[in-house]
């Protein structure tokens, strides 16, 4: 009997078996969308449909995304999963069709090694900010993007404060705007 604490094996590291045939959505929609990226994965998770999408393909799919009626590039964000997975970055996008009611969590791994990913602010113009604050906050390179800077740090602030292995002190943060302390 497992133990509930015991880490179980991470799916993407386990081999895929090659006669199980590809899971695709039910929706018009969505099956239009990602059937023609045959590297996308798709999967729904806690009831919402979910493409994990290669990071070669992360422009190229946002622009179907937005062909296929996502007019809305509601969130960009990542998750830093240190000593967790095998790769350690992962974008999380979030995409909105208010025509169609319909939402997409798009997922894409992005590696330690090769921390950098092409930006979809050229496709959605509003992820522009949420790109920045990813690069701000994890260091994390969106090439293309027309203002990579950072957004919430100080300029001359060194390192990524929600990377896993940033340290943590007592260090004041004096913001440009704010009351002198």
Same mark, same amino acid.
């Given at each position: 009997?497992?133990?509930?604490?015991?880490?179980?094996?991470?799916?993407?590291?386990?081999?895929?078996?090659?006669?199980?045939?590809?899971?695709?959505?039910?929706?018009?929609?969505?099956?239009?969308?990602?059937?023609?990226?045959?590297?996308?994965?798709?999967?729904?998770?806690?009831?919402?449909?979910?493409?994990?999408?290669?990071?070669?393909? #992360?422009?190229? $799919?946002?622009?179907?995304?937005?062909? *296929?009626?996502?007019?809305?590039? +509601?969130? %960009?964000? &990542?998750? !830093?999963?240190?000593?967790?997975?095998?790769?350690?970055?992962?974008? #999380?996008?979030? $995409?909105?069709?208010?025509?169609?009611? *319909?939402?997409?969590?798009?997922? +894409?791994? %992005?590696? &330690?090694? !090769?921390?950098?990913?092409?930006?979809?602010?050229?496709?959605?113009?509003?992820?522009? $900010?949420?790109?920045?604050?990813?690069?701000?906050?994890?260091?994390?390179?969106?090439?293309?993007?027309?203002?990579?800077?950072?957004?919430?740090?100080?300029?001359?602030?060194?390192?990524?404060?929600?990377?896993?292995?940033?340290?943590?002190?007592?260090?004041?943060?004096?913001?440009?705007?704010?009351?002198?302390?």
């Amino acid at each position: 009997m497992a133990d509930e604490s015991e880490v179980v094996e991470d799916p993407e590291v386990l081999e895929e078996d090659p006669a199980e045939p590809r899971f695709l959505p039910t929706s018009e929609t969505l099956l239009g969308l990602i059937e023609p990226f045959e590297d996308v994965e798709y999967l729904v998770s806690a009831g919402q449909d979910v493409a994990m999408v290669p990071k070669a393909q #992360v422009r190229a $799919f946002a622009e179907a995304a937005k062909a *296929a009626g996502f007019e809305m590039a +509601v969130d %960009v964000t &990542a998750v !830093d999963y240190l000593g967790k997975k095998r790769i350690r970055y992962e974008i #999380v996008m979030n $995409f909105l069709s208010v025509q169609r009611g *319909a939402r997409l969590r798009v997922r +894409v791994p %992005v590696g &330690a090694d !090769d921390a950098t990913l092409d930006s979809i602010t050229p496709v959605y113009p509003g992820a522009n $900010f949420f790109e920045r604050e990813v690069y701000d906050m994890f260091g994390i390179v969106f090439g293309g993007h027309p203002d990579m800077t950072r957004i919430l740090m100080p300029d001359d602030w060194e390192g990524h404060p929600l990377r896993k292995d940033f340290s943590t002190g007592s260090v004041p943060v004096q913001f440009k705007e704010a009351n002198q302390i």
